[in-house]
């Protein structure tokens, strides 16, 4: 497969990519103040974040952004007014992004705000209980994830109005699932905290799925294989239209991947699958070249 230089990469992804990245910040930034305050380990995770982000800094918002919120903390204390100082800058750029919709924004808000409460490693009741505010706020997400898991922990944990340790822990398995702090000390520590917890199966408190003239498309990381439900297919010659399939391509030591169901395959040359991407603005038929690594599974 042609490797393709990082310029070249960000050419397609530069849109995407920025827009998250800022939705991301603005999140984390929420997910900090949560309890209206700042401590040091969440300075340090935001001022770590700019640092990882200063390929951004040549672009709009982001060189006054990440100039003023680096500005901002780097006495390492942060007041009230600075506070809002950083809510302000990031209420002021929002309406500068239109690549992804207003849901999609949103979730990827809520994403950076669980990055937020955790970027210290202690969930405070202050802010689990401001959490679920924002959740109610934002109740125009039920149905999508991670808004309806996240609701239905966050219901549960607060039921009986005391939070103990464990549930503390509960949720910070699942908040680490999708969110990587650039304090890899604190994951680690964190990791181990929580390596005993099992979560399981998480159910939307309100599900209401009507499937009568819909079509579903599946997307994610699959267990289809450990979950007993299905088998592998490691030759290229029996896989069929209707399997699954995951792949992943090889960028800068880090893998980009995808999934869907297949609808025909040439090796060593393209795959198309039927799936949700953005390219088809939603779920449909898309074909990519063959990609670095893919695994094939059906269900049985």
């Known amino acids: 497969m042609k490797k393709l230089d990082e310029s070249s990469y960000r050419q397609y992804t530069g849109k995407s990519e920025v827009h998250k990245a800022f939705n991301s910040l603005r999140g984390i930034i929420e997910g900090i103040v949560l309890d209206a305050k700042i401590n040091q380990k969440e300075i340090l995770e935001l001022d770590k974040w ?6 951004l800094a040549v672009r709009n918002p982001f060189n006054d952004l990440i100039k003023n919120i680096q500005v901002i903390i780097s006495d390492n204390e942060v007041t009230e007014e600075e506070i809002n100082d950083m809510k302000w800058l990031c209420d002021k750029f929002a309406y500068g992004f239109d690549y992804y919709d207003d849901f999609t924004s949103d979730l990827q808000v809520l994403q950076g705000i669980c990055h937020g409460i955790l970027a210290d490693g202690i969930l405070k009741d202050d802010e689990i209980i ?20 996240i609701s239905s922990l966050i219901s549960e944990v607060l039921s009986d109005n005391v939070i103990d340790e ?21 994951q680690e520590q964190i990791k181990e905290e929580i390596k005993n917890i099992n979560i399981g199966g998480i159910c939307s408190k309100v599900s209401n799925i009507v499937f009568t003239d819909n079509q579903f498309c599946f997307t994610g990381t699959s267990r289809i294989i450990k979950g007993g439900k299905g088998i592998e297919i490691d030759k290229f010659k029996d896989v069929k239209p209707g399997d699954f399939v995951q792949f992943w391509n ?21 795959i198309t699958v039927y799936s949700s991407h953005p390219v088809t603005n939603g779920y449909g038929k898309h ?13 049985e």
């Open 166 to 186: 464990n549930e503390r822990k509960l949720l910070k398995k699942y908040f680490s699932e999708f969110v990587k702090l650039s304090d890899t000390e604190l």
């Open 250 to 270: 090889l960028f800068k030591d880090k893998e980009y991947g995808h999934c869907g169901i297949v609808l025909e395959i040439v090796p060593n040359e393209s």
């Open 130 to 149: 401001s959490l679920k505010k924002w959740l109610k706020d934002n109740s125009h997400l039920s149905t999508y994830y991670p808004y309806d898991e």
């Open 50 to 55: 700019c640092d990882n982000h200063q390929f």
């Open 287 to 299: 074909k990519f070249l063959w990609p670095d690594k893919i695994y094939f599974a059906r269900l």
